[in-house]
């Protein structure tokens, strides 16, 4: 685990969270089970393997030395988690967890719960599709100042959305089934001083398109959903449905941005499928993750790419 403790020893003092090791990449033989993150004021290390109570003890003493130099006279909190499929839990190792928990994104503010479940609230891989947002949302509005429309699918605490109605939006219509999520996504709006231009449908997305039909067409798609989640989406089977609706989705000139966090599925798998189901959306990019989640193999990593409709022919007078 050296790689690990040369990462501690290295780390700086972080305001915004942030993954500051990925072992997950490969790029450090022995660490493939490892990452850390920073939630401000709480680490979080997570292993998909079980760790003898030496080693947590060991990255502990490594922690706290680095913490003493970084930021002199404050309380080390750090949690560890362990996702092996026959070791689950989540144990508080020092400090304690603030509640509630608001961490900040550039700029943005948001509600995170460390100490229970797997997901965390804010998907720290995704901080640069949410820049991607913010930007793409403040040139379009540049460009129009009316603002953007944007429809944000399996939004769960809508991190997206915030990012959006930063950037300008006039509208995000949020659609997630996860009623405590979406409550979250309210909040996070709330603690950023949005108090308008967002609306909340908690719903199953495959059975409500009526509804969001009826609100679009959309400037901006935005869809990030599980891998695998039985009963919700499943990306093998359920990409093509939501591929198919997209060009009635989008307004002329509109973009979709598609994310996919599958290792085993490569961005040939998007690719494909768009190029057979949406043939209209031309491919703009693929939106490079934050550099800490590097990858040997880079297909393996987390795929956000951005789609577009063609614009409106332009008249000739």
């Known amino acids: 685990m050296q790689a690990l403790f040369d990462a501690i020893a290295a780390m700086p003092l972080c305001h915004d969270a942030q993954r500051l090791f990925h072992g997950r990449g490969g790029r450090f033989p022995g660490c493939e089970h490892l990452a850390l993150d920073v939630y401000q004021p709480v680490f979080v290390l997570t292993s998909f393997e079980p760790l003898a109570d030496e080693a947590l003890a060991a990255i502990g003493t490594a922690l706290q030395a680095r913490w003493a130099r970084i930021a002199p006279g404050e309380p080390l909190n750090w949690v560890f988690q362990c996702r092996h499929e026959q070791q689950r839990e989540t144990r508080l190792m020092a400090g304690s967890v603030p509640e509630p928990h608001v961490v900040t994104e550039h700029g943005a503010r948001y509600r995170v719960h460390v100490d229970k479940g797997q997901n965390h609230g804010l998907f720290l891989d995704m901080a640069e599709g949410r820049r991607w947002v913010r930007e793409h949302i403040a040139a379009r509005k540049a460009r129009e100042p009316r603002g953007a429309k944007v429809l944000n699918l399996f939004a769960y605490t809508c991190a997206f959305s915030v990012a959006a109605l930063q950037g300008g939006a006039r509208q995000?219509?949020?659609?997630?089934?996860?009623?405590?999520?979406?409550?979250?996504?309210?909040?996070?709006?709330?603690?950023?001083?949005?108090?308008?231009?967002?609306?909340?449908?908690?719903?199953?997305?495959?059975?409500?398109?009526?509804?969001?039909?009826?609100?679009?067409?959309?400037?901006?798609?935005?869809?990030?959903?599980?891998?695998?989640?039985?009963?919700?989406?499943?990306?093998?089977?359920?990409?093509?449905?939501?591929?198919?609706?997209?060009?009635?989705?989008?307004?002329?000139?509109?973009?979709?941005?598609?994310?996919?966090?599958?290792?085993?599925?490569?961005?040939?798998?998007l690719q494909d499928q768009m190029a057979e189901l949406a043939p209209e959306l031309r491919f703009v990019e693929r939106v490079a993750n934050p550099a800490v989640f590097a990858d040997v193999d880079e297909g393996r990593a987390l795929k956000v790419v951005v789609y577009r409709a063609d614009p409106l022919p332009v008249s000739v007078a």
């Open 172 to 269: 995000v219509v949020n659609v997630d089934m996860a009623r405590g999520a979406m409550a979250i996504g309210q909040q996070n709006h709330q603690l950023n001083g949005l108090t308008a231009g967002a609306s909340f449908l908690a719903h199953d997305i495959f059975s409500t398109w009526g509804k969001i039909n009826r609100s679009g067409p959309y400037d901006l798609v935005i869809a990030d959903p599980p891998s695998y989640q039985k009963g919700s989406f499943v990306a093998t089977k359920d990409y093509a449905r939501l591929m198919r609706r997209l060009p009635d989705l989008l307004a002329p000139g509109g973009h979709a941005l598609l994310c996919l966090n599958a290792p085993e599925l490569g961005l040939g798998f």
